[in-house]
């Protein structure tokens, strides 16, 4: 019949319309602030920086590579690189960051800096009441404004979180496991030269007559 998906289409839009006042489930409109949805693990808003412990410098995860940086499709990030090391979680002198800025007023929360990162530093936040009245300097983050401990990554993207640490922390082990290898190799090669000694290379004297 002529017209019936028209018919079928308004019907379901009947419900719908009916549903949305009388089922609590779809009562979706909260009185926004007082009243928030809290957020969904997949939500992505813009960077942060992660940092593992108390010190949210000394533990920062950024090694400076500046890989985000060039990656970043608006150019909103800044990164000047450390002129001296500091170690990383498995112990490797690596360089940090002196200065880490995100323009969040030009950031489009593509998330490629994340997807980039090879230290799993930079991850993608749920907050976004960031709302300021310095439209210039306001909107601009440095490193300390940007630091987020490992906890709080965990705290809004468990799931996600999880999987990181499980994978950081078997590279921490491989690589304490190769160091430890690599030290009683040497102590062992040390003994062995102590126990035998290579010999003389001294030419002896020819005696004359």
Same mark, same amino acid.
């Given at each position: 019949?002529?017209?019936?998906?028209?018919?079928k289409?308004?019907?379901e839009?009947?419900?719908?319309?009916v549903?949305?006042?009388?089922?609590e %489930?779809?009562?979706?409109?909260v &009185?926004?602030?007082?009243?928030q949805?809290p957020? /969904?693990?997949?939500?992505?808003?813009?960077?942060f920086?992660?940092?593992?412990g108390?010190d949210?410098?000394?533990?920062?995860?950024?090694? =400076?590579? &500046?890989?985000?940086?060039? %990656?970043?499709?608006? &150019?909103?990030?800044?990164?000047?690189?450390? @002129?001296d090391?500091?170690?990383d979680?498995?112990?490797k002198?690596?360089?940090?960051?002196?200065a880490?800025?995100?323009?969040?007023?030009?950031?489009?929360s593509? &998330?490629?800096?994340?997807?980039?990162?090879?230290?799993? =530093?930079? #991850?993608? $936040?749920t %907050?976004f009441?960031?709302?300021?009245? $310095?439209?210039?300097?306001?909107?601009?983050?440095?490193?300390? /404004?940007?630091a987020?401990?490992?906890?709080?990554?965990?705290?809004?993207?468990?799931?996600?979180?999880t999987?990181?640490?499980?994978?950081?922390?078997a590279?921490?082990?491989?690589?304490?496991? #190769?160091?430890k290898?690599?030290?009683e190799? @040497?102590?062992?090669a040390?003994? %062995?030269?102590?126990a035998?000694?290579?010999?003389?290379?001294?030419?002896?004297?020819?005696s004359?007559?």
């Amino acid at each position: 019949m002529l017209g019936t998906g028209i018919l079928k289409g308004m019907v379901e839009t009947a419900k719908n319309f009916v549903g949305s006042y009388t089922d609590e %489930e779809r009562l979706i409109t909260v &009185q926004y602030p007082e009243e928030q949805l809290p957020p /969904q693990e997949a939500a992505r808003n813009f960077p942060f920086l992660v940092y593992d412990g108390g010190d949210w410098l000394g533990g920062m995860r950024c090694v =400076a590579c &500046q890989i985000c940086e060039k %990656e970043c499709p608006p &150019q909103c990030i800044y990164i000047e690189k450390s @002129k001296d090391k500091k170690p990383d979680y498995i112990g490797k002198p690596q360089f940090y960051p002196a200065a880490f800025d995100i323009d969040i007023s030009v950031c489009m929360s593509c &998330q490629i800096c994340v997807e980039v990162c090879p230290f799993e =530093a930079i #991850k993608m $936040d749920t %907050e976004f009441e960031l709302s300021n009245t $310095d439209r210039f300097r306001g909107l601009l983050l440095d490193r300390e /404004q940007l630091a987020k401990s490992n906890q709080y990554y965990r705290k809004i993207h468990p799931h996600e979180a999880t999987e990181v640490d499980a994978r950081l922390a078997a590279e921490k082990a491989k690589a304490e496991a #190769k160091a430890k290898a690599d030290a009683e190799a @040497k102590a062992k090669a040390g003994a %062995e030269t102590k126990a035998h000694p290579a010999p003389s290379s001294k030419p002896v004297p020819s005696s004359t007559t």
